[in-house]
């Protein structure tokens, strides 16, 4: 039951039940972070000016809050993959026997450089108001988790990718030894499932961000935290498409 060759319980409706519950991480992070306006300094290299450090503040904060997080453990699940991975020191805790489902080729996928790239070149312009409070810190923190919830979401895929080859070797095998990265793609498509998500992302968006008050007609004129439809096109256009090039990336290295 529990040895690495066998499913550990592992099964499409589980790990999709997964990914509905990561929606709600995600959306959480988005209702923070729109807490502050876009706070710019926060991301220029030039006005952090730190003493011994070349970066953003952003950078500043992920990296050193990835280096502590690693001590403590963090990058030992499989589910986790850091931003920074080479200045990463080694975990000083007690390791914990997570349950290995995975190909060993797992673990050199990690995307979070484009994820980074799309998240403060694409989206971000997108969900913050301009202006400045001088929060940078605090808003430096918003964005590294949001930028973890939807990069788990994403690396994910591997054990999506995972469970699907199990269900149908003979249909994924040939793909993968001719490396038919297209057919790959299209196998792995759910059409169906991915509108759901879509549909689903923006619903909870709209009820999460909802204000609440106990003056019921006070509700109706209230503006939400963020436009949920923001939530729906973060999915449609970014996390989707990623999640589903880390699943074929699996899956052409699972026979290796
Ligand atoms: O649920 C799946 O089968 C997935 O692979 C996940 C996912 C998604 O990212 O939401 C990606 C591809 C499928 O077309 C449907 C949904």
């Given at each position: 039951e529990s040895s690495p060759e066998s499913g550990n319980g592992y099964t499409l409706a589980s790990v999709r039940e997964a990914l509905v519950k990561q929606e709600d991480t995600i959306i959480y992070g988005l209702i923070e972070r729109a807490k502050f306006p876009s706070n710019s300094h926060a991301y220029d290299k030039d006005y952090a000016a730190i003493k011994g450090f070349c970066g953003s503040l952003v950078e500043f904060v992920v990296k050193n809050t990835e280096a502590l997080q690693a001590k403590a453990g963090r990058y030992k699940n499989p589910e986790e993959n850091p931003f920074f991975p080479e200045y990463l020191p080694p975990s000083m805790v007690p390791s914990y026997p997570f349950t290995q489902i995975l190909?060993?080729?797992?673990?050199?996928?990690?995307?979070n450089k484009s994820i980074w790239k799309m998240y403060f070149q694409e989206f971000l312009p997108l969900l913050a108001t301009s202006g400045d409070d001088g929060n940078y810190a605090q808003t430096a923190a918003t964005d590294l988790s949001l930028l973890q919830a939807i990069s788990r979401r994403i690396h994910y895929g591997k054990f999506v990718a995972e469970v699907k080859f199990r269900d149908a070797p003979q249909d994924y095998e040939p793909l993968i030894r001719a490396k038919d990265k297209e057919g790959l793609m299209k196998l792995l498509t759910f059409t169906s499932v991915e509108e759901m998500v879509r549909k689903r992302v923006e619903k909870k968006a709209a009820v999460f961000g909802q204000e609440v008050s106990l003056?019921?007609?006070e509700e109706d004129n209230q503006k939400p935290k963020?436009?949920?439809s923001l939530a729906s096109r973060l999915y449609q256009k970014w996390v989707i498409p990623f999640t589903k090039e880390v699943q074929v990336d699996y899956l052409l290295r699972r026979l290796d």
């Amino acid at each position: 039951e529990s040895s690495p060759e066998s499913g550990n319980g592992y099964t499409l409706a589980s790990v999709r039940e997964a990914l509905v519950k990561q929606e709600d991480t995600i959306i959480y992070g988005l209702i923070e972070r729109a807490k502050f306006p876009s706070n710019s300094h926060a991301y220029d290299k030039d006005y952090a000016a730190i003493k011994g450090f070349c970066g953003s503040l952003v950078e500043f904060v992920v990296k050193n809050t990835e280096a502590l997080q690693a001590k403590a453990g963090r990058y030992k699940n499989p589910e986790e993959n850091p931003f920074f991975p080479e200045y990463l020191p080694p975990s000083m805790v007690p390791s914990y026997p997570f349950t290995q489902i995975l190909h060993p080729g797992a673990a050199s996928i990690n995307i979070n450089k484009s994820i980074w790239k799309m998240y403060f070149q694409e989206f971000l312009p997108l969900l913050a108001t301009s202006g400045d409070d001088g929060n940078y810190a605090q808003t430096a923190a918003t964005d590294l988790s949001l930028l973890q919830a939807i990069s788990r979401r994403i690396h994910y895929g591997k054990f999506v990718a995972e469970v699907k080859f199990r269900d149908a070797p003979q249909d994924y095998e040939p793909l993968i030894r001719a490396k038919d990265k297209e057919g790959l793609m299209k196998l792995l498509t759910f059409t169906s499932v991915e509108e759901m998500v879509r549909k689903r992302v923006e619903k909870k968006a709209a009820v999460f961000g909802q204000e609440v008050s106990l003056n019921g007609e006070e509700e109706d004129n209230q503006k939400p935290k963020f436009d949920p439809s923001l939530a729906s096109r973060l999915y449609q256009k970014w996390v989707i498409p990623f999640t589903k090039e880390v699943q074929v990336d699996y899956l052409l290295r699972r026979l290796d």
